[in-house]
């Protein structure tokens, strides 16, 4: 671990508590992929935090859901975001009944789409003017 601070995922980071949900959620949508929406909401912190929200009824098995947990969380880490308190939350089913939990084109998908999420944060926030 570095001591940077920045590739952590410390509690400080995360969104946790129903009324901080509820505050971020009250806001438009910032940006919708095929399968997640992304809720931000500037907050006075010198980092960002993120939610997660993975409903069982989009990604019925559990180790669907902690996949995109997990791959959401690894990409919120390593990628330099501004004071913002982040939620994604998964808003279509990502799993056909015949097909596989979490196969490597899945998890490749819902990557790229993360990635696009977070950089399109990360390019608004270097455009707005301080």
């Known amino acids: 671990m570095t001591g940077e601070g920045v590739h952590d995922f410390a509690r400080v980071r ?7 949900f509820s505050s971020v959620f009250r ?31 989009f990604a019925p098995r559990a180790v669907t859901r902690n996949t ?38 899945l998890k490749a998908e819902l990557r790229s789409e993360l990635v696009r999420l977070f950089a399109s944060q990360k390019a608004r926030a270097t455009a707005a003017p301080k």
Do not use: M, W
């Open 68 to 105: 995109i947990k997990r791959i959401t969380r690894e990409l919120f880490r390593t990628t330099a975001l501004p004071p913002f308190d982040c939620i994604v939350r998964l808003s279509s089913p990502v799993v056909k009944r015949d097909g596989a939990a979490t196969t490597r084109a």
């Open 27 to 57: 806001l438009r949508p910032a940006q919708k992929t095929a399968h997640f929406v992304l809720y931000t909401r500037p907050n006075s912190l010198p980092h960002a935090r993120l939610g997660i929200v993975a409903a069982k009824r």
């Open 14 to 20: 995360r969104i946790v508590k129903t009324d901080e």
